[in-house]
């Protein structure tokens, strides 16, 4: 990292490899990356018109809930074990959590929405990065395996990645919710505020399991996403 003088304060400009590999994960991270992250709710358009989730207290226990359920013991865990798979150019190992994480989305819309995403990211992937076409056909399947090979080519820590994926995750399922509910833009940043200080230990605690630990069932979300599927006005995809 160098330093440069502006008007008497000392700048330190960035021009590591480690500086390049946060800018490019906030690239992926980003609400403007155009793979639709922000026409999908998950449930949470559903459990709205129900009445389970009304308030900014609703949506904070649903998204923390989901936090320490689905992110921890599954997206996280898997997302480790994609950057893994990619670093060793073990493309087995890529299919096999590719149809773990497949088979552990529990619904119709769910399921769609990750194979959505994933062509959608693909694309941007290999417009950035052509020999991204090699692994297409891994890409293609889920948006954990493209973000995670994101992370790898441009060598994003996985520390870094479990971060930027759960932002992205927390943001987009608030802005939904603030579509939704409504609820103020300042209550979506209390909420956003309050649920990153559970971000470390989450974290530390995905880091620390073993295959067979793996997997998480969300029964309300689970329940809200499938009865989306036949709703009758909604704004979402899922």
Request: hydrophobic fraction near 40%; glycine fraction near 4%; charged fraction near 20%.
């Amino acid at each position: 990292m160098g330093t440069a003088m502006h008007m008497g304060i000392t700048i330190h400009i960035m021009n590591t490899d480690n500086d390049l590999a946060l800018t490019r994960l906030f690239q992926l991270i980003s609400p403007s990356l155009p793979i639709g992250s922000y026409t999908y709710s998950q449930g949470i358009e559903w459990a709205v018109e129900q009445g389970w989730v009304q308030h900014e207290n609703d949506l904070q226990e649903w998204l923390k809930g989901l936090l320490e359920t689905t992110m921890q013991y599954l997206d996280l865990p898997l997302l480790l074990r994609f950057i893994r798979a990619w670093s060793e150019q073990d493309e087995k190992a890529v299919s096999h959590w590719n149809e773990y994480l497949l088979a552990s989305r529990e619904t119709a819309e769910l399921r769609l929405e990750e194979s959505n995403r994933a062509r959608a990211f693909s694309r941007i992937l290999i417009s950035l990065e052509p020999e991204a076409v090699n692994a297409r056909k891994h890409l293609i399947v889920s948006q954990h395996a493209c973000f995670s090979y994101a992370c790898y080519r441009w060598g994003v820590s996985t520390e870094q990645a479990c971060y930027g994926l759960l932002w992205s995750w927390l943001e987009n399922q608030t802005l939904s919710a603030v579509k939704i509910i409504p609820l103020g833009q300042t209550a979506g940043q209390r909420v956003v505020f309050n649920l990153t200080e559970l971000f470390p230990d989450i974290i530390q605690q995905a880091l620390s399991l073993k295959d067979e630990d793996l997997g998480a069932s969300s029964i309300s979300q689970a329940i809200a996403s499938s009865r989306h599927e036949t709703q009758y006005t909604r704004l979402f995809r899922s």
